[in-house]
């Protein structure tokens, strides 16, 4: 059964101090009295970055523990609501039904989780005071447990496509478009500013940076969040990002080993197959992953893809010892954490229940499990596989080791809270807002320019229309796309009007899109993952019949070009936030000059076996 035993009722407590720098002084006081275990077994470092304690003292500790705590260290979890002992109703309702638990604290006191990972839609992220406090309570609910360790606090805050912490946090161009301005110091400069935004909110841990090479145009999974397609250069813009989170005390983690970057299939929803060579795994996939152990990654997340060259078992290879243990341990020697993707997606739980799972995972050399659909059923199966004999409490050590040892690393035993003072100066501040823009103005690459359309001339064309796709603008962005492009075309001196008209234009959409150009002097269209079909193409096909200069803005993959080969002028965003869209208008207003080039190659849409544009092509004024 869970833990269950008595102690400090966290449930019934706020969840800290987090004004005035008293954040601060309660983490010290509470860490060091945290229970004599702790205080007996672990010498705290005076200074964050002070030496890991010896292997002597954290294995003392983790002597220390019960077994149902163990088991609970291995453990990160989802959980609803912005407190972490007063959340909405509608939280508490939700955390019932997945969980059994009303909040994060008793989550905590019931299963002694090792770590929490924050969620937009579980509601942990609405602003940056209400995350800080969260992570305080989330702390204090754990430490002030008997034998209470300090939590690793996760989020995916990848930039890009995928962010769970958004505005007013500084926002960057995604990992694709990073791959276009092609700097290292960029990479870097990202990762110690999310780093230090999202340390200041108390998350410790952080799933980013994508170390997959994207060489497949149709990956539905992984696409822009990948660097590119060149292994070396992915390789050496990972290592830089790296260091980056690890410079702001923040524990980066490379996904998806051994490689996700050759799928057609999603794997949050199918099992994919990855059917490359061991000679090409060893040229390709393999080679950002090597680059990141070597630049000292704190944490490596698995795919859940099967891998025969790698293991033909049949087993995604996030239960595949011959993979993590054999290749990822042994053969690279990397000894750090290992974490599985989430244990809720349809990748990893097609060949065995729920219940199998969790110890398959542990058995083939993970350390810490991630999101499984029912962490009692997956708790008590790693228990209960302890009791039986199938897993070892010394295999369990083990991994609780390597996960100390991260926490300490990080500083969380001499301070494991945040405070209000430490918000307001790290997040969002106004000198990382305006490093995010000229990082993201290197990164806007020109691939057409016919007849110099570009750049648009705001006295010779004055009036603007700006129309196309309107996804569903990723976390903690603004949006919509369109109306963000026409808001930065405004300010750049022009008078322009936004128009949406989707990702599948109806014919009477496209009709009135034609009406409205003719008012304007040129047509800025943003087009997203554009197919042979889409009608898309028949409605950038209608704006280029008006006469009009138009301009086509591929604000997400980059591909879009090879299904419009009419159009005069092309750019590509990578990605449809505020803070490349920004960038890209001021392109197109000749504010700026394009710098980026592609990450990745073109095919041509006739013959996908020939490159229409190469790795490198990028035209500017």
Same mark, same amino acid.
């Not at 230090?196 to 145009?217: C, H, M």
């Not at 002028?569 to 869209?581: F, G, K, M, N, Q």
């Given at each position: 059964m869970p833990d269950t035993s008595t102690g400090s009722d966290t449930s019934k407590r706020g969840t800290g101090n987090t004004g005035g720098g008293g954040g601060a002084r309660l983490s010290r006081r509470t860490v060091l009295a945290a229970g004599a275990g702790i205080t007996a077994a672990l010498t705290v470092p005076t200074t964050a970055r002070a030496a890991t304690p010896d292997e002597r003292r954290l294995k003392a500790l983790i002597s220390r523990m019960s077994l149902p705590e163990k088991v609970g260290q291995l453990f990160v979890m989802r959980v609803y609501g912005a407190s972490a002992t007063a959340p909405d109703q509608a939280d508490i309702d939700a955390n019932l039904s997945e969980l059994g638990v009303r909040t994060a604290a008793e989550l905590i006191q019931r299963y002694r989780v090792g770590g929490i990972i924050y969620f937009t839609w579980a509601h942990n992220t609405q602003n940056p005071h209400q995350i800080a406090e969260l992570?305080?309570?989330?702390? @204090?609910?754990?430490?002030?447990?008997?034998? #209470?360790?300090?939590?690793?606090?996760?989020?995916?805050?990848?930039?890009?496509?995928?962010?769970?912490?958004?505005?007013?946090?500084?926002?960057?161009?995604?990992?694709?478009? %990073? #791959?276009?301005?092609?700097?290292?110091?960029?990479?870097?400069?990202?990762?110690?500013?999310?780093?230090?935004?999202?340390?200041?909110?108390?998350?410790?841990?952080?799933?980013?940076?994508?170390?997959? $090479?994207? $060489?497949?145009? !149709?990956?539905?999974?992984?696409?822009?969040?990948?660097?590119? +397609?060149?292994?070396?250069?992915?390789?050496?813009?990972?290592?830089?990002?790296?260091?980056?989170?690890?410079? +702001?005390?923040v524990a980066a983690t490379a996904k998806h080993f051994p490689g996700h970057g050759d799928t057609a299939v999603d794997s949050h929803y199918g099992f994919p197959v990855i059917t490359h060579s061991r000679e090409l795994w060893e040229k390709l996939d393999a080679v950002p992953f090597r680059s990141a152990i070597a630049a000292g990654i704190d944490s490596i997340m698995t795919a859940h893809i099967e891998f025969p060259a790698l293991d033909d078992s049949g087993d995604p290879a996030t239960l595949s010892e011959p993979i993590l243990t054999g290749i990822l341990r042994g053969e690279l020697g990397y000894d750090g954490v290992v974490i599985t993707?989430?244990?809720?997606?349809? #990748? $990893?739980?097609? @060949?065995?229940?729920?219940?199998?799972?969790?110890?398959?995972?542990?058995?083939? #050399?993970?350390?810490?499990?991630?999101?499984?659909?029912?962490?009692?059923?997956?708790?008590?199966?790693?228990?209960?596989?302890?009791?039986?004999?199938?897993?070892?409490?010394?295999?369990?050590?083990?991994?609780?080791?390597? %996960?100390?040892?991260?926490?300490?690393?990080?500083?969380?035993?001499?301070?494991?809270?945040?405070?209000?003072?430490?918000?307001?100066?790290?997040?969002?501040?106004?000198?990382?807002?305006?490093?995010?823009?000229? %990082? +993201?103005?290197?990164?806007?690459?020109?691939?057409?320019?016919?007849?110099?359309?570009?750049?648009?001339?705001?006295?010779?064309?004055?009036?603007?229309?700006?129309?196309?796709?309107?996804?569903?603008?990723?976390?903690?962005?603004?949006?919509?796309?369109?109306?963000?492009?026409?808001?930065?075309?405004?300010?750049?001196?022009?008078?322009?009007?936004?128009?949406?008209?989707?990702?599948?234009?109806?014919?009477?959409?496209?009709?009135?899109?034609?009406?409205?150009?003719?008012?304007?002097?040129?047509? &800025?269209?943003?087009?997203?993952?554009?197919?042979?079909?889409?009608?898309?193409?028949?409605?950038?096909?209608?704006?280029?019949?008006?006469?009009?200069?138009? &301009?086509?803005?591929?604000?997400?993959?980059?591909?879009? %070009?090879?299904?419009?080969?009419?159009?005069? +002028?092309?750019?590509?965003?990578?990605?449809?936030?505020?803070?490349?869209?920004?960038?890209? !208008?001021?392109v197109i207003a000749g504010r700026v000059k394009p710098r980026g080039k592609l990450p990745v190659p073109v095919q041509r849409a006739d013959d996908p076996t020939k490159v229409l544009y190469p790795i490198g092509h990028g035209l500017t004024y």
């Open positions: 992570s305080n309570g989330i702390q @204090k609910a754990s430490l002030d447990r008997p034998r #209470g360790l300090p939590m690793l606090i996760a989020t995916d805050q990848e930039h890009g496509a995928v962010c769970r912490v958004g505005e007013p946090a500084t926002l960057f161009p995604g990992a694709m478009a %990073i #791959g276009a301005g092609g700097s290292a110091a960029d990479a870097r400069t990202l990762g110690r500013i999310s780093g230090t935004e999202l340390r200041a909110l108390g998350i410790n841990q952080d799933y980013s940076p994508d170390a997959d $090479v994207n $060489v497949n145009p !149709a990956n539905p999974v992984i696409g822009v969040r990948s660097f590119g +397609a060149d292994p070396a250069a992915v390789a050496e813009l990972v290592a830089a990002e790296v260091k980056g989170y690890q410079s +702001a005390r993707d989430s244990l809720g997606m349809e #990748g $990893v739980r097609t @060949k065995y229940g729920d219940d199998r799972v969790p110890v398959l995972a542990l058995k083939a #050399g993970v350390d810490q499990l991630l999101n499984p659909p029912s962490i009692d059923t997956a708790w008590n199966a790693v228990l209960k596989a302890v009791q039986d004999g199938e897993l070892t409490e010394a295999r369990l050590d083990e991994s609780i080791l390597r %996960i100390l040892r991260l926490k300490s690393r990080l500083g969380l035993f001499d301070g494991a809270y945040v405070d209000r003072r430490g918000v307001d100066h790290a997040v969002g501040t106004k000198s990382h807002l305006a490093a995010a823009d000229r %990082i +993201a103005e290197r990164t806007t690459t020109l691939l057409v320019n016919e007849g110099g359309t570009l750049p648009l001339n705001r006295h010779a064309q004055p009036r603007l229309l700006v129309v196309g796709a309107d996804p569903d603008s990723p976390s903690g962005t603004t949006g919509p796309p369109t109306g963000v492009l026409a808001t930065a075309l405004t300010e750049a001196g022009f008078t322009a009007t936004a128009l949406p008209t989707g990702t599948s234009p109806s014919a009477a959409t496209i009709d009135k899109a034609v009406a409205a150009a003719q008012d304007a002097d040129a047509v &800025v269209v943003g087009t997203y993952n554009v197919t042979a079909n889409s009608s898309q193409r028949t409605l950038v096909d209608a704006l280029l019949a008006t006469g009009k200069p138009v &301009v086509a803005l591929a604000v997400r993959n980059p591909y879009d %070009i090879a299904q419009l080969p009419s159009v005069r +002028a092309c750019l590509a965003s990578y990605c449809w936030t505020d803070v490349e869209l920004r960038a890209a !208008a001021r």
